[in-house]
């Protein structure tokens, strides 16, 4: 009797989850975001025998990913029309001036989790159409769930990075992409747009 009223609570209580949807506006599912971002996300791990030295998961904010990102924001939030034209504005700006890739870092020694620093032992490289460009990471300040919303690789043990590099979104949406990060402790090499 026990066992039946608490699968009927947790019937109960898992039929009155519903999806989050935006009044104002039409948005992409939360089940289309994920695959858009899955497309542009590649992760390695990197071990030394048995022990995991490295973990990297990178996601390129392409433009399908970056406009992906604000349906998912505007559902959210549940942003007005208004302030998605705003946002998008923004969005645009930005794609025309830099590519953006969220990096997910992981290595056991907290010493060696340094990306953002000026002196850094790190190095992050984007390859696309022939060229390669250096990056520049900045840590991410905000909550997990606030991260994994938008990057559902990122989990509570990793680090996460925003990489900026100096090339138009554009210019790496129509080529092969690889991120390559290598430092003293390992190096791996993702393919983020295969």
């Known amino acids: 009797m026990k066992k039946l009223i608490c699968l009927s609570l947790v019937g109960l209580f898992l039929g009155c989850v519903t999806p989050q949807t935006n009044p104002y506006m039409q948005v992409i ?3 289309d975001y994920e695959k858009i971002v899955t497309r542009f996300t590649d992760r390695e791990q990197v071990y030394d025998g048995f022990q995991q030295v ?3 998961s990178a996601t390129l904010v392409s433009t399908d990913v970056a406009r992906a990102q604000l349906d998912q924001n505007a559902r959210l939030y549940q942003w007005t029309p208004e302030t998605f034209q705003n946002k ?3 969005t645009e700006t930005n794609l025309s001036k830099q590519t953006e890739v969220f990096v997910s870092f992981y290595v056991p020694e907290r010493k060696h989790d340094d990306l ?4 850094t032992t790190w190095k992050i490289f984007l390859d696309a159409g022939g060229k390669r460009y250096e990056g520049k990471a900045q840590r991410m300040k905000n909550i997990l769930a606030e991260i994994q919303a938008l990057y559902p690789e990122h989990n509570r043990f990793s680090t996460a990075y925003r990489v900026t590099f100096p090339v138009p979104t554009s210019m790496v949406d129509s080529n092969k992409a690889q991120l390559t990060m290598t430092g003293p402790v390992g190096s791996a ?6």
């Open 88 to 90: 998008k504005s923004e």
């Open 54 to 56: 490295l973990g990297v």
């Open 116 to 119: 953002q620093k000026a002196n």
């Open 29 to 31: 599912s939360a089940a």
């Open 189 to 194: 090499t993702l393919d983020l747009v295969k």
